[in-house]
């Protein structure tokens, strides 16, 4: 049974404003704490090197016990200023599906000890409109989150997906998916095969990282123009960031790509992280033209779900999103959570906007018709800018 974080918890906190100053607390974590895929130290170099906005600060709060001085965890976050406010956020800037603190040990946090750690970092933190942070799971690889327990904490309108890898690897999908499903499933990986050889490949050296990379992005941007939507990998910085990424994930596995090839011709593609037997699956791209009728994406998705239970993988993450192929592989949904705290009555005003703003989406999103009607306006606004 693990240890239990004290009931009541007396804890302080420092504030640190660059990652150099913490180098060692947090590797301290990664290496012998719980710290996610998302939060590992390479990946959170790249977004403050790569992905923070102009005129943003880095804030990393360091909690310590008060009577023993012995790290308990790090928060990173970052505070900018939008729409005219000042707003303390998740260090993310989009490339972060969950927010979740580096802790520097297994033990169980109560919520008592998590609101006195919450309230520590509060303590340090500089002067902000609003604390606005998402995406916040539940659980961190099945430890209590600290920032789910606090009582500021509210359901958001996200949510995540992800499926038990258990069982017989050649009976995944069958056991898994809807039976409708599965038959959709096997026919469209057959129309794969009438098409030529089909080959999943895993891009393990530099060269096959730039090329398999490549396509990524070229689907990618292909099939947003086509939606009339915007991807971040429109921007040279966001796809800078995750190719340097995938190349430094090579020294340790923490950042997998692998691509759908049939013949000669990429049909899919899917970025990866890996993190205590777990695969999160974070950027999917597929061309629908190749092969007419068909799925490669889900082909791709499907084939890693095999591949990892081989491999001894034990989870695999769909990411944050409702799209309704996750549910017919057979995944299991949670609702993220979310802390808005307002400090200003600026603040207020700004946090109530966006709540205004998140009910309005909800809305349509609950109404088919609708949702279709303002996708195509917003494809068409999209278009006569571009």
């Known amino acids: ?66 009577g023993t001085s012995e790290l308990k965890m790090l928060v990173p976050l970052m505070r900018r200023t939008r729409f005219g406010h000042r707003v303390i956020e998740w260090l993310s800037c989009g490339v972060c599906d969950y927010s979740a603190p580096l802790l520097a040990d297994k033990s169980l946090w109560t919520p008592q000890a998590a609101e006195a750690a919450w309230a520590a970092v509060r303590s340090v933190m500089p002067r902000a409109d609003r604390i606005h942070i998402t995406g916040i799971p539940r659980e961190i690889y099945g430890l209590a989150n600290p ?23 050649e009976t995944l999908i069958k056991r898994k998916g809807r039976p409708s499903f599965v038959k959709t499933f096997y026919k469209d990986w057959r129309r794969l095969e009438r098409h030529g050889k089909v080959d999943m490949v895993e891009a393990n050296t530099p060269a096959l990282i730039e090329l398999v990379f490549a396509a990524l992005v070229e689907m990618r941007l292909k099939r947003f123009r086509q939606l009339g939507r915007f991807d971040l990998l429109a921007l040279p910085a966001v796809v800078d960031f995750y190719r340097n ?71 695999f993450d769909l990411s944050v999103g409702s799209q309704p192929y996750k549910e017919q592989f057979g995944a299991e949904s949670s609702v993220l959570v979310k802390i808005d705290e307002t400090l200003t009555p600026l603040g207020k005003g700004v946090a109530a906007v966006a709540s205004l703003r998140d009910r309005a989406e909800l809305v349509v999103r609950s109404r088919p018709r609708l949702l279709k009607a303002v996708q195509g306006v917003t494809r068409r606004l999209r278009r006569l800018k571009s």
């Open 1 to 66: 049974m693990l240890p239990e974080a004290s009931q009541g918890g007396v804890y302080t906190a420092r504030l640190h404003t660059s990652l150099e100053a913490v180098i060692p607390l947090w590797l301290q974590c990664q290496a012998n704490g719980m710290c996610s895929a998302h939060q590992l130290y390479a990946w959170v170099e790249g977004i403050v090197k790569r992905l923070m906005p102009e005129g943003a600060d880095l804030l990393v709060v360091e909690v310590v016990d008060a």
């Open 245 to 315: 990424a995938a190349l430094q994930g090579l020294s340790d596995g923490s950042v997998r790509i692998f691509g759908l090839r049939v013949g000669e011709d990429w049909v899919s593609v899917q970025y990866m992280l890996v993190r205590h037997g777990t695969l999160h699956a974070l950027l999917i791209g597929m061309d629908l033209e190749v092969v007419p009728n068909a799925s490669p994406g889900l082909g791709l998705m499907g084939e890693l779900m095999v591949w990892g239970l081989r491999q001894g993988f034990g989870y």
């Open 147 to 169: 920032l789910a327990l606090l009582a500021v904490a509210r359901e958001s309108t996200l949510i995540t997906s992800g499926l038990v890898l258990d069982g017989d690897p």
